[in-house]
C-alpha cells in the first residue's frame, strides 16, 4: 500500500503512488456517498407508499391502493440491500489509505433497522 505522505524530494513513482492512494481513498468515499443515496432512495418509496395511503384512502378500491402501497414498500426493501450488496463489492476492490471505510456490519445494521421499519410500515399500511 503506498503512503500519502511524500517525502521531501519524491520521484515520479513517489508522486504516482500518492496520487493512486488519493484516488482509492475519492472512491471509497463516493462508494459510501452512492450508498447514502440508495438508502435514501429506499426511504423515499417508503414516503411514495405512504402517499398513495393518504391520496387513495377514500377510494372504492381499498385493496388496490394498499396493494400498490406495499409494492413500494418491497421496493424499498430490496434496493435497501441491493445498495449494502454493491457497496461491499465495492469495498472488497478497493484499498483505502487515509480514510476508514464504513464496516460492512454498519451497512447489514442499518439495512436491517430499515428493511425492518419498511416492513412495519407496511403492515400498519394494511391494517389502516
Known amino acids: 500500500m503506498p503512503d500519502t505522505d511524500l517525502p521531501d524530494d519524491p520521484d515520479s513513482n513517489d508522486l504516482a503512488d500518492t496520487r493512486t492512494a488519493w484516488a482509492e481513498d ?3 468515499l463516493a462508494n459510501e456517498r452512492t450508498f447514502a443515496g440508495w438508502m435514501r432512495t429506499g426511504m423515499a418509496c417508503i414516503a411514495l407508499a405512504l402517499g398513495l395511503k393518504a ?6 378500491y381499498p385493496l388496490i391502493a394498499k396493494g400498490v402501497a406495499e409494492v413500494f414498500i418491497l421496493v424499498a426493501v430490496l434496493i435497501f ?10 469495498q ?18 442499518l439495512a436491517s433497522i430499515l428493511t425492518c421499519g419498511a416492513l412495519a410500515t407496511g403492515v400498519i399500511l394494511w391494517l389502516l
Not at 391520496?55 to 372504492?60: A, I, L, Q, S
Not at 440491500?81 to 465495492?90: F, G, N, Y
Not at 472488497?92 to 445494521?109: C, L, N, P
Open 92 to 109: 472488497k476492490r478497493m484499498d483505502d489509505h487515509d480514510v476508514e471505510a464504513q464496516s460492512h456490519k454498519r451497512m447489514t445494521t
Open 81 to 90: 440491500w441491493a445498495a449494502v450488496t454493491k457497496c461491499r463489492e465495492t
Open 55 to 60: 391520496v387513495f384512502k377514500d377510494t372504492d
Open 26 to 28: 475519492r472512491t471509497v
